[in-house]
């Protein structure tokens, strides 16, 4: 039995957690490490909404799954404000280490946080609610398999870096 598109809800737990570690290090005044840990998120995430651009939208598209609170312009247009958010946070780790990183600092950078994690509740729910179950309920078993084949293919495929500086520009 092939796997369920809705297994690829699991990356999102996955995220959730690793930011969960960025905010740790951040609380704790590590900052380069709170870094580190924001770049991995940066990429991981990327990857995902490439995956579901590129693939994931497309499969539920060519289904005709669109729905009211599941239409597929929502999900792109969620995304696109994710990846602002993230590229905000990532020039605002930037900025906070390039001034020393007060305490002050730092809990205006996580109001920020708590802001698009907020952000991504939300479009969580509606990926959880609507995206993936439709996907479940009407994709034959060729076509998931199609999917999840294209999908470990798109994964293994290398992300352009962007660093904050030239998402700023861009
Ligand atoms: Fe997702
Ligand atoms: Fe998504």
Known sequence: MTR???????VH???AERFAVHQEKLI????????????AYSSALRVHVR?????????????????????S???????AKILWWLDELRRGLAALRAGGGDVRAV??????????????EHHDLREREYLY?????????????????ALELLEEAPLPAIAPDEAAAE
């Open 13 to 15: 737990d996955v995220l």
């Open 133 to 149: 179950p439709l996907l479940d309920e009407h994709a034959s078993e060729v076509e998931r398999r199609e999917l999840w084949d």
């Open 107 to 120: 809990i205006a950078l996580l109001d920020r946080e708590g802001t698009f994690k907020r952000v991504m």
């Open 4 to 10: 369920s598109p809705s297994e690829l809800l699991e």
């Open 51 to 71: 995956s579901e651009e590129e693939l994931v939208i497309p499969a539920f598209e060519a289904l005709g799954l669109d729905c009211e609170r599941g239409r």
């Open 73 to 79: 312009e929502l999900y792109r247009a969620e995304h």
């Open 28 to 39: 704790a005044g590590e900052l380069a490490v709170a870094e580190e840990h924001l770049e």
